[in-house]
């Protein structure tokens, strides 16, 4: 199974700052990584497919990068409906796998 | 709109099973695997297997194989996740998901991506 890393796994930031979280894979799952955004009690919800891709309806202040095992996923001017727990999936195999989450709170 | 509309919470003894249904809305049921995913209690996401509409076509976590088992009506557009043998830390919400397929014209590329999720079902599993 490929196993997913996420750094940090919590990060405290304020309300118009960039932040980047990232996501290791243990081995190359070429541009097949995907990010979600969950938010309490709720379902996560897609923001990036293809590493790179915006989903519909997600605004571009969200950037995501990165192909073979190392990928990053950038906020640049954080809102306070951003702060949330953030998902990173791969897609290039089965079984598909998540990486731990990062809780991104408000300082 | 595309939908997913999930059975509501189950509250299961040890040992027992549970069958959770997903009904699909708004798109060609046929077209797109489902996926499940729980989440147990402040936990992250654990995904446990997917199935084609077909019923062709399944793949399963392995720590899952031989207690979960998927299926499909198509006349009803509807899913199933049927998890057997309940241990007290299967207490989890579950989440069917759409994998959605989109090519990407300028490398050639398909990725695969969860694109619509059900709001989940609770299962809690007691003594």
Redesign the interface.
């Known amino acids: 199974?490929i196993q997913l890393t996420q750094s940090p796994l919590s990060l405290s930031a304020s309300v118009g700052d960039r932040v980047t979280i990232t996501c290791r894979a243990s081995q190359s799952v070429?541009?097949?990584l995907?990010w979600?955004q969950q938010k309490p009690g709720k379902?996560?919800?897609?923001l990036i497919?293809?590493a790179s891709?915006l989903?519909s309806g997600v605004p571009p202040r969200f950037s995501a990068s990165g192909s073979g095992t190392d990928f990053t996923l950038t906020i640049s001017s954080l809102q306070r409906e951003d702060f949330a727990i953030y998902?990173c999936?791969q897609?290039y195999n089965?079984?598909?796998?998540?990486?731990?989450?990062t809780r991104l709170d408000i300082k | 709109q595309v939908q997913l509309v999930q059975s509501g919470v189950e509250v299961k003894k040890s040992g027992a099973s549970v069958k959770v249904s997903c009904r699909a809305s708004g798109y060609t049921f046929s077209s797109f695997a489902i996926?499940w995913?729980r989440q147990a209690p402040g936990q992250?996401?654990?995904?446990l297997?997917?199935i084609r509409a077909n019923n062709i076509r399944t793949?399963?976590?392995?720590k899952f194989q031989g207690r979960v088992f998927l299926t499909t009506d198509s006349s009803t557009n509807t899913a199933y996740m049927e998890l057997r043998n309940l241990r007290f830390d299967d207490t989890a919400m579950y989440?069917c998901v759409r994998?959605a397929l989109?090519y990407?014209f300028a490398?050639g590329?398909n990725?695969?991506?969860?694109?619509v999720?059900?709001?989940?079902t609770l299962v809690t599993v007691s003594s």
């Open positions: 199974d070429d541009k097949d995907n979600y379902a996560p919800e897609p497919y293809g891709t989903e998902y999936q897609s089965h079984p598909r796998t998540f990486g731990q989450g | 996926n995913v992250g996401l654990e995904w297997g997917s793949n399963s976590a392995l989440y994998e989109d990407d490398t590329l990725h695969w991506y969860f694109d999720w059900g709001p989940g």
